[in-house]
């Protein structure tokens, strides 16, 4: 690919300022147009169930950042609907840049601050509150549980105001808040609690017929039952939502699923069942890239290993998952594999080597 020195759009944009203020005008619509068809088919690719479509929309985001992020402030200044926001999220997600997608959700909550009242109905007053969830759910990946809690709260009594939406929308973003309060009370451990809301977002789903959307709810209720040790529940809520992602041929989030089924598995310690699933979940997250999500079944892996006493293998699956974690910058990720590792060099009386991992692992605790 050839760069564009910076001189160049300098000189255009030190042209553009010369036309008249109607035909810049027109310009400035015609490029936030362009740009809102392009956003919507690289929004396709990176939510193509193929590996490889979702790589060319990972790659078309990143090369027009600029372009689609300029497009989003003209349709900010014009109070329109900020689509293109919610695919640069979703490219955002898609390469865990959680920062940036804080900063960008930041940024738009407080653009939106200047709509006037009279348009936040319809799809544009819907778009406002999707912002509030795209918020709370930076919140929520930052661990700022008590504030993403209060926003998810806020958006389902804004929900049940909104005015001209079809209610198939209005009860499809309830039932998200609903199973996005489920989380928060999950990571605080308040774990009935998450349930509750777990259910009443499964039920929404169920009655309005989104069987792909209530996959997910299955899988965290599959979580909140393995936390509870609630094993044979946690199996069952894991394979109804396997059965769904095979139906729908979502092969990523199949992934995900097996990867939890071989922690249920690991648990029980059915070592070869949860090496199965594990390997399953491997393979493709290979397929797709996710190199974060592959350094956590690489760790359980090394832990499947460990208890099967495979040493060299279990060394192997370790380091690679520090790898990542370390790439990734995941350092509370990477101290529970540090002490993983101070377990296999113990066990193989390198006690010096022992020691050195344990301490890595301490001062990532205590950090």
């Known amino acids: 690919l050839l760069q564009i020195q910076p001189i160049f759009p300098f000189f255009l944009k030190a042209k553009l300022a010369e036309l008249e203020p109607v035909t810049r005008e027109a310009l400035r619509e015609g490029f936030k147009n362009h740009y809102i068809g392009l956003a919507d088919s690289y929004n396709r690719y990176m939510e193509s169930l193929q590996a490889s479509e979702r790589t060319f929309g990972i790659l078309f985001c990143q090369l027009e950042y600029e372009n689609l992020y300029n497009a989003l402030q003209i349709c900010l200044e014009k109070h329109e609907q900020i689509e293109i926001f919610f695919y640069l999220y979703k490219y955002l997600d898609l390469i865990n840049d959680i ?42 990946q930052t661990k700022n549980y008590l504030k993403a809690k209060e926003l998810y709260q806020q958006l389902i009594e804004l929900l049940r105001q909104l005015q001209n939406v079809e209610v198939i929308l209005i009860n499809s973003n309830l039932a998200n808040n609903y199973h996005n309060l489920g989380y928060v009370a999950q990571e605080l451990r308040e774990y009935e609690e998450a349930r509750s809301y777990f259910l009443q977002a499964l039920d929404i789903k169920i009655e309005f017929g989104a069987k792909y ?7 965290h209720l599959g979580m909140v039952a393995q936390d509870l040790r609630e094993y044979q529940q946690a199996r069952y809520y894991f394979l109804q939502a396997l059965e769904i992602y095979i139906e729908f041929g979502d092969k990523y989030e199949f992934a995900k699923t097996c990867h939890n089924l071989g922690v249920v598995a690991q648990d029980l310690r059915e070592y070869e069942q949860a090496r199965y699933y594990f390997l399953q979940a491997l393979e493709i997250y290979i397929e797709f890239d996710a190199e974060y999500e592959s350094a956590k079944t690489y760790h359980h892996l090394g832990i499947v290993a460990q208890y099967l006493q495979e040493y060299e293998q279990v060394h192997n699956y370790f380091l690679q998952a520090l790898e990542i974690f370390i790439e990734f910058g995941a350092e509370f990720d990477s101290a529970s594999t540090y002490h993983q590792l101070g377990r296999v060099a113990q066990d193989m009386h390198e006690y010096e080597q022992a020691r050195n991992y344990y301490q890595h692992a301490l001062d990532i605790y205590i950090k």
Not at 125 to 138: D, E, R
Not at 213 to 219: I, L
């Open 213 to 219: 959307e209530s996959a997910s709810t299955y899988h």
């Open 99 to 140: 920062q940036s997608k804080l900063e960008l959700s930041e940024f738009i909550y407080t653009a939106q601050a200047a709509y006037p009242q009279e348009s936040r109905i319809g799809m544009i007053g819907l778009h406002i509150i999707m912002t509030f969830n795209c918020l709370a759910n930076c919140y929520l």
